[in-house]
């Protein structure tokens, strides 16, 4: 419509685009039974619509919706972000404990992220199909059983086996936090709530590195399992108490940013579904659903659930979709482009990230800086203030941006306006990068090199951000599959990097490593250029080429599950 993103040669509607704004579109005609914010939002419409069901996670109140994102928030750092670096500070450490190469115990790291990326599309696929709130609470338990046996682990197996336990409960958290911001957030809310979990999944872990070095030089490495698991005990008895099922089944038609397709349907079918005849539960599949049409002639409507209600955890079948197929789906995502651009861009970023977290625990153990844990643990400092500062950006900044762009784009969201950030947080990354290679090669201070990593994940974490919400807002269909094959791609990708990372930082230096890092990410982080101008156009034709419903994996190109 504007603003220098190419419209659909055939006009027509496409997903994510919506009308957010209606004062700034000049008609509050159109649309005039669409239900809007309240107090300064009082003109932006809630996208998606939230349904009549008080039992429907929108309508949750704003100290539900809090309390449920802050359990889910603990969920993934303790079981999630937490395990995994806690032994990088301590590298050299625990090598000597265990009597193994400084690769190995850098695997100890891979594993868990390999057990993260082999779980997640299996976690999602059950979570789609039953709830999440099952796949939470046993995520849950496995995250403690875990952490206990890496507790009491005294040999390089039993270790492993801890490790892999961790990494298979942390899989929910992180493969389902961020849907459970699109559950019970409308699309106007979501970038402040996902800057969140990005800052959680990326720039939290430095905080542990400095926390975990400490304990492992005064007290052993592991004690960092000792400290960590009475947090996870109250963590796993929280999400069973206080975090309902998430998922709900409301009318296609509500789901407003995805409605390419609905508005082409014959007038009929529309009528139909307006008349109450929108929820229809699928008895063949076994699928629940809050019928509007069990109220919509007068009868009484859905109660809200009592507090014992909501600690079932089996819910119904929200889809008719086999595990497989979901499963399948999450892989074959990759056939979208936006969604090819999202894993690759997003997914090396952070990569990059957790490479660099493993390798200090190498570099700076050695001359001419012959850190103890601890001091390696001080030097990220720097990326946690890097995370933080980008964070709090992103929360003062992206939503403003992206209000006074739909302002000006006269009140309609295009969600190619998340992408306006990418380039500055492309330019602090690949400077960033070059400038920690370069820094580490030339041996200068401590404190000039924490900078410059914090530098660095600044960049990364603006680049993750908003790419992610990016591709969650412009294929609102196919957000689960999107994330689920961004945090595989990471997880693998990272994995094979542990295997050969620290003999490529040995045999080559600091300063080739990073510069080839650095230019990779150059080159994906300008395919956000096209992506700008030209993603909705694609969103448009994708909404017509469906490959997963070619290849039977989806229902419908816009809506359903």
């Known amino acids: 419509m504007g603003m220098g993103i190419k419209e659909p040669s055939d006009g027509h509607h496409a997903p994510g685009t919506i009308t957010l704004d209606q004062a700034a579109a000049g008609s509050h005609s159109e649309g005039s039974n669409l239900k809007r914010g309240s107090g300064k939002n009082s003109n932006i419409v809630l996208v998606p619509q939230p349904s009549d069901d008080p039992n429907d996670p929108l309508n949750w109140s704003s100290l539900k919706k809090s309390v449920v994102f802050s359990i889910i928030l603990m ?26 190469s400084f690769s190995d115990i850098a695997k100890l790291n891979g594993y868990l992220l390999l057990a993260v990326g082999a779980a997640s599309p299996p976690a999602s696929a059950f979570a789609r199909k039953y709830g999440k709130r099952p796949v939470f609470v046993v995520s849950s338990v496995l995250g403690l059983v875990g952490c206990l046996v890496a507790e009491f682990a005294n040999n390089y197996n039993t270790l492993v086996a801890g490790r892999l336990l961790q990494g298979i409960g942390g899989s929910a958290y992180e493969s389902l936090c961020t849907s459970v911001v699109n559950d019970i957030y409308f699309v106007h809310q979501r970038g402040l ?19 975990a070095g400490v304990i492992t030089t005064k007290l052993g490495w592991p004690y960092n399992f000792h400290i960590l698991l009475p947090f996870v005990v109250v963590q796993t008895v929280l999400v069973f108490l206080f975090v309902p099922e998430t998922v709900y089944n409301r009318s296609p038609l509500l789901n407003i940013d995805r409605t390419a397709s609905i508005f082409e ?44 209600q909501e600690l079932a955890l089996y819910n119904g079948v929200f889809t008719r979709k086999s595990l497989l197929s979901m499963m399948l789906a999450s892989l074959a995502i990759v056939l979208n482009v936006i969604a090819t651009y999202n894993v690759l861009v997003s997914g090396l970023v952070m990569a990059w990230f957790v490479a660099m977290s493993v390798l200090a625990g190498v570099m700076f153990a050695a001359p001419p800086w012959t850190f103890d844990s ?9 990326p946690l203030v890097g995370g933080a500062i980008a964070m709090i950006i992103l929360v003062f900044v992206s939503d ?82 999107i994330f689920i094959m961004n945090i595989t791609f990471k997880n693998f990708f990272f994995y094979g990097l542990t295997n050969f990372i620290v003999d490529w930082y040995m045999s080559g230096g600091a300063a080739q490593l990073f510069d080839t890092i650095a230019g990779i990410t150059a080159f994906l982080t300008l395919l956000t250029v096209p992506m700008y101008f030209y993603g909705k156009k694609y969103r448009r034709y994708w909404s017509q080429h469906n490959l997963l419903v070619k ?9 359903g599950n």
């Open 75 to 100: 969920g993934t750092a303790f079981i999630c972000v937490i395990p995994a670096p806690m032994l990088n500070a301590g590298i050299v450490q625990v090598s000597v404990d265990l009597q193994r």
């Open 193 to 211: 709530y996902v800057a969140i979990v990005i800052f959680f999944l990326s720039s939290l872990s430095n905080g542990v590195s400095v926390l």
């Open 265 to 308: 349907q014959d007038i009929s079918e529309e009528k139909d579904l307006q008349a109450g005849h929108v929820e229809v539960a699928d008895t063949k599949a076994g699928v629940p659903s809050p019928s509007h049409s069990e109220w919509a002639d007068g009868s009484q409507a859905p109660k809200p659930k009592s507090f014992r």
């Open 374 to 382: 601890a001091s390696i643990g001080y030097v990220s400092i720097g």
């Open 400 to 481: 403003p941006i992206i209000r006074y762009m739909t302002k000006r784009n006269q009140g309609v969201y295009e969600p190619e306006f998340r992408l306006v950030l990418a380039g500055i947080g492309g330019v602090f990354t690949v400077a960033g990068l070059v400038g920690f290679g370069h820094s580490i090669e030339a041996q200068v201070s401590i404190i000039g090199i924490s900078t410059i990593w914090g530098i660095t994940l600044f960049g990364m974490s603006i680049v993750a951000s908003v790419t992610m919400t990016y591709a969650l807002d412009a294929q609102p269909a196919h957000a689960v599959e």
């Open 551 to 559: 290849l039977k994996l989806d229902e419908s190109p816009d809506t």
